[in-house]
């Protein structure tokens, strides 16, 4: 397990304010390459999680997106002088109102949801409680703290009190901190200190963990590479419970072979019991059939309790 820094796309590494579909076009932010080092030799993982409803609506491909991709990251790599800074692309082409019919529906990936990161988390290990998310929209705010990280809301150095931020004053209520830049938001991660709900070992134990082996270019996913080994998985955890709960219940139902012996010494303490009765008119028969009884009662009781802690 490891921490990692989720990062937006659009406006957070690079400047794009439309539909953006051509690799010719991509430029990175002010900055961007830099900032991302830092991390990136601090030992987190960086994974872009970005909401492409352009997609959805028809201005282009999901191989658009992924050429998109392939640049982002040799734009990086080149600037930072670091192979393979980006660990991962996440993307959804999904959006309710899509004009695309295929895409035309709500989904889990897509951002104020945090199934975006959920996945990351499992794909590559990653320790959310640890790990951050940098955005410029309460979406991207909202998904990072709805998976368990902590967010910072990148505003460009607009006030909070100017009208264009008011809509995202419940993400500013949400984020944990507020950033000018994407610097200053890797300044932030850098001097903070580790979550207090950590699961997982500090960041100097990074080296002992067992992490995926890094890729030249970073795989672009989308949310159709991973539906049908995520019902997998529930499956198997569905079946894995109920035979569980099977198991269960024919052990409580079991009748065992100590449960049987212990029967059998109860009848066996009845009868003595049955003949010392026959035997009232000498007390001291009759004594030591109750006695003898007695200590067979004494058997069924241990054979009961070493039955019960079975
Ligand atoms: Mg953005």
């Known amino acids: 397990m490891q921490p990692a820094v989720f990062l937006d796309r659009d406006n957070t590494l690079i400047a794009n304010d439309g539909d953006l579909g051509d690799p010719n076009q991509v430029r990175l932010m002010d900055g961007v390459a830099g900032a991302l080092k830092r991390l990136h030799d601090a030992g987190y993982r960086l994974i872009v999680v970005t909401n492409q409803g352009g997609v959805a609506r ?11 991709h392939q640049r982002i990251a040799a734009l990086i790599d080149e600037a930072a002088e670091t192979d ?31 199934g975006m990161l959920l996945q990351a988390a ?15 929209q309460p979406r991207d705010i909202q998904a990072g703290r709805a998976a368990g990280c902590r967010a910072i809301l990148l505003n460009h150095g607009r006030s909070r009190h100017e009208p264009a931020e008011q809509r995202a004053e419940d993400a500013t209520e949400e984020a944990t901190e507020i950033a000018g830049t994407l610097e200053s938001a890797v300044e932030v991660i850098l001097n903070a200190a580790p979550a207090r709900a950590s699961t997982t070992a500090r960041r100097t134990n990074l080296a002992d963990d067992v992490a995926p082996a890094p890729t030249p270019m970073p795989a ?5 590479d991973v539906p049908d080994d995520t019902l997998r998985q529930m499956r198997q955890s569905m079946q894995e419970l109920a035979e569980e709960i099977r198991l269960e219940r024919m052990q409580r139902g079991d009748f065992s072979p100590l449960m ?7 009848l066996l303490a009845l009868l003595l019991a049955l003949l010392g009765m026959l035997q009232l008119e000498q007390p001291a028969a009759f004594m030591n059939w ?4 007695g200590l067979v009662q004494l058997l069924v009781i241990t054979t009961l309790l070493f039955d019960a802690r079975r």
């Open 122 to 136: 499992r794909d590559l290990h990653i320790d959310l409680a640890q790990s951050w998310l940098i955005g410029d």
């Open 84 to 114: 393979g800074m980006l660990d991962r692309f996440y993307y959804c082409p999904y959006h309710p109102q899509a004009s695309v019919e295929e895409y035309r529906r709500d989904h889990p990936w897509r951002k104020p949801h945090p």
């Open 290 to 293: 109750m006695i003898g009884a």
């Open 58 to 68: 028809g201005k282009y491909t999901e191989e658009d997106v992924d050429a998109v």
């Open 220 to 224: 672009s996913h989308s949310p159709r």
């Open 260 to 266: 049987m012996v212990a029967v059998l010494f109860q």
